[in-house]
C-alpha cells in the first residue's frame, strides 16, 4: 500500500476520500479495546467493508486512511483490498481528535476530497459529490432528516448550516427543524488551514463552527437514515438490523 503523498485534481478516478478511523473507541467500552471501530464485525463482515461499498459503487476508487488506535489490522485489511483501489494511509502516535488526524492527513488530500468518518455509514449517491460544494463554500456537511436513534444537532438557513452542536438538546424557541449530520463531508484542503496547527487534540466540530462564522459551509440534505456504531448501543442496534431484517 503506497503511503506517499501524492496530489491530484478532483476528477481522474474520482473524488478522493478520506476515512478518519484512528479514534481510541472509548465510547465503545471493552469492545473498543480489542479491535479498531472500523474493523467491528457486522453479518461475519468487517464493518470497512460496508462503509466502502457505496462508495466503490459510485466509481470512488482513491482512498485516504487517517489511522491511530490499532491501526496495524486495519492496514492489514486495506492491504488485501483490490489492485484498482488506490490506498493511502498515516498513522498518528498521539490523540489529535478527528480535526488535528484530518490536518496531519493534509500532505495526502487533493485540493478538493470527500470525507467519512470511520464508525458511520451512509449510503446516498457519491458519484457526483463535487458538485455539493459552490464556488466560494470552503465545505459542504451531509445532513439527513431521518430519525435515526442519533440526536439532531445541525440548523441550516438559505441552503447553508448555520448552527452546529452535538450535545445541544432541540431548542423549541428556536426556528427551523433540525439536521443530523451525518458524519459525511465534501471539503476544500485549504479549509484546513482554519484549525490551529499547534492545537491537539482538537475535533472537527472546531472546523465547522469556524466555517459557519464565515458563512461558507454548504448544506447538502438528505432523507436518507444513516448508521452509527460509536456506542455499544449503536452498534448493537446495527447488529440486530443485519441479523434480523425487517421482512
Same mark, same amino acid.
Given at each position: 500500500?503506497? #503511503?506517499?503523498?501524492? #496530489?491530484?485534481?478532483?476528477?481522474?478516478?474520482? +473524488?478522493q476520500v478520506a476515512v478518519v478511523a484512528g479514534g481510541l473507541?472509548?465510547?465503545?467500552? /471493552? +469492545?473498543?479495546?480489542?479491535?479498531?471501530?472500523?474493523?467491528?464485525?457486522?453479518?461475519?463482515?468487517?464493518?470497512?467493508?460496508?462503509?466502502?461499498?457505496?462508495?466503490?459503487?459510485?466509481?470512488?476508487? #482513491?482512498?485516504?486512511?487517517?489511522?491511530?488506535?490499532?491501526?496495524?489490522?486495519?492496514?492489514?485489511?486495506?492491504?488485501?483490498?483490490?489492485?484498482?483501489?488506490?490506498?493511502?494511509?498515516?498513522?498518528?502516535?498521539?490523540? $489529535?481528535?478527528?480535526?488535528?488526524?484530518?490536518?496531519?492527513?493534509?500532505?495526502?488530500?487533493?485540493?478538493?476530497?470527500? =470525507?467519512? +468518518?470511520?464508525?458511520? +455509514?451512509?449510503?446516498?449517491?457519491?458519484?457526483?459529490?463535487?458538485?455539493?460544494?459552490?464556488?466560494?463554500?470552503?465545505?459542504?456537511?451531509?445532513?439527513?432528516?431521518?430519525?435515526?436513534?442519533?440526536?439532531?444537532?445541525?440548523?441550516?438557513?438559505?441552503?447553508?448550516?448555520?448552527?452546529?452542536?452535538?450535545?445541544?438538546?432541540?431548542?423549541?424557541?428556536?426556528?427551523?427543524? =433540525?439536521?443530523?449530520? !451525518?458524519?459525511?463531508?465534501?471539503?476544500?484542503?485549504?479549509?484546513?488551514?482554519?484549525?490551529?496547527?499547534?492545537? &491537539?487534540?482538537?475535533?472537527?466540530?472546531?472546523?465547522?463552527?469556524? =466555517?459557519?462564522? /464565515? $458563512?461558507?459551509?454548504?448544506?447538502? #440534505?438528505?432523507?436518507?437514515?444513516?448508521? &452509527?456504531?460509536? !456506542?455499544?448501543?449503536?452498534?448493537?442496534?446495527?447488529?440486530?438490523?443485519?441479523?434480523?431484517?425487517?421482512?
Amino acid at each position: 500500500m503506497s #503511503r506517499t503523498p501524492e #496530489r491530484r485534481g478532483a476528477h481522474g478516478a474520482g +473524488l478522493q476520500v478520506a476515512v478518519v478511523a484512528g479514534g481510541l473507541g472509548t465510547r465503545l467500552g /471493552r +469492545l473498543g479495546t480489542r479491535r479498531p471501530k472500523i474493523l467491528l464485525p457486522v453479518a461475519g463482515r468487517p464493518f470497512l467493508d460496508l462503509l466502502l461499498a457505496p462508495l466503490l459503487d459510485a466509481g470512488l476508487r #482513491r482512498f485516504h486512511f487517517c489511522l491511530g488506535h490499532l491501526a496495524s489490522p486495519v492496514i492489514d485489511h486495506l492491504d488485501r483490498l483490490p489492485a484498482s483501489v488506490e490506498v493511502t494511509s498515516h498513522v498518528d502516535t498521539v490523540a $489529535r481528535g478527528t480535526g488535528g488526524a484530518l490536518r496531519a492527513a493534509a500532505p495526502y488530500l487533493d485540493d478538493m476530497f470527500l =470525507l467519512v +468518518l470511520g464508525d458511520t +455509514l451512509l449510503d446516498i449517491p457519491y458519484a457526483g459529490a463535487h458538485r455539493w460544494l459552490g464556488p466560494h463554500d470552503e465545505a459542504a456537511m451531509v445532513l439527513t432528516s431521518a430519525d435515526t436513534g442519533v440526536r439532531p444537532n445541525t440548523r441550516v438557513h438559505d441552503g447553508r448550516v448555520s448552527g452546529y452542536d452535538k450535545d445541544a438538546p432541540e431548542d423549541p424557541d428556536t426556528d427551523g427543524p =433540525l439536521w443530523t449530520d !451525518t458524519g459525511v463531508c465534501v471539503l476544500r484542503r485549504a479549509a484546513l488551514r482554519h484549525l490551529d496547527p499547534h492545537q &491537539d487534540p482538537v475535533d472537527l466540530g472546531v472546523l465547522f463552527r469556524t =466555517l459557519i462564522r /464565515r $458563512r461558507t459551509l454548504a448544506a447538502h #440534505r438528505t432523507d436518507r437514515p444513516f448508521t &452509527d456504531i460509536g !456506542t455499544p448501543e449503536r452498534y448493537a442496534r446495527f447488529l440486530d438490523g443485519h441479523e434480523h431484517p425487517a421482512p
